[in-house]
């Protein structure tokens, strides 16, 4: 998979963060920290994934194809459609996971987003050597909520401050 304009993304798209859209950007620029990146560097031993130990850990298997991300990604689906979401883009599709769900019938921002923190704990995850799971994914999923209440509740109270 080659480079792609970073506007080109639709996870690029609904997000406003900058540790978001840096993450975002990294994944589709190939600049992301794998291990199939850090043994080219030298600085790891093994190319092989964190997780499954089978394959090379290049974003499209850490992300995509790794048997712990695909279960992963089942969790989310099922989460989803237990919300009422059910036309829910295939979450199994390398370019749905890797770009965003360009053919989101409803919900196109929530759901772009919701993959955005799916791949952030997938990342996370591997970094603390663990499985992705549905609970770590909320977990992520209340902390940018926390995030984002906050600069909205700062921006009330300036309006409602007397001038
Ligand atoms: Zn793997």
Redesign the pocket.
């Known amino acids: 998979m080659k480079c792609f304009p970073i506007l080109s993304s639709a996870s690029f798209q609904v997000t406003l963060d900058m540790y978001t859209r840096d993450f975002q950007y990294k994944i589709l620029n190939r600049i992301l920290f794998t291990n199939a990146k850090l043994s080219k560097l030298k600085l790891v031993e093994s190319p092989?994934?964190?997780?499954?130990?089978?394959?090379e850990?290049t974003p499209e298997?850490?992300f995509v194809?790794?048997?712990?991300?695909r279960a992963f990604w089942k969790e989310i689906s099922s989460w989803l459609r237990k919300w009422g979401i059910d036309m829910l883009p295939d979450l199994t599709d390398q370019v749905n996971i890797m770009f965003g769900l360009f053919d989101a019938k409803s919900h196109f921002m929530l759901l772009n987003h919701i993959v955005l923190i799916a791949k952030q704990t997938i990342f996370f995850c591997r970094q603390k050597s663990i499985a992705p799971s549905l609970i770590i994914f909320l977990a992520h999923l209340k902390k940018d909520f926390q995030n984002r209440r906050i600069p909205c509740q700062r921006k009330e109270q300036i309006k409602s401050t007397p001038g």
């Not at 194809?65 to 991300?69: A, D, G, I, N, V």
């Open positions: 092989l994934c964190t997780s499954c130990g089978k394959d850990e298997h850490l194809f790794c048997q712990s991300s």
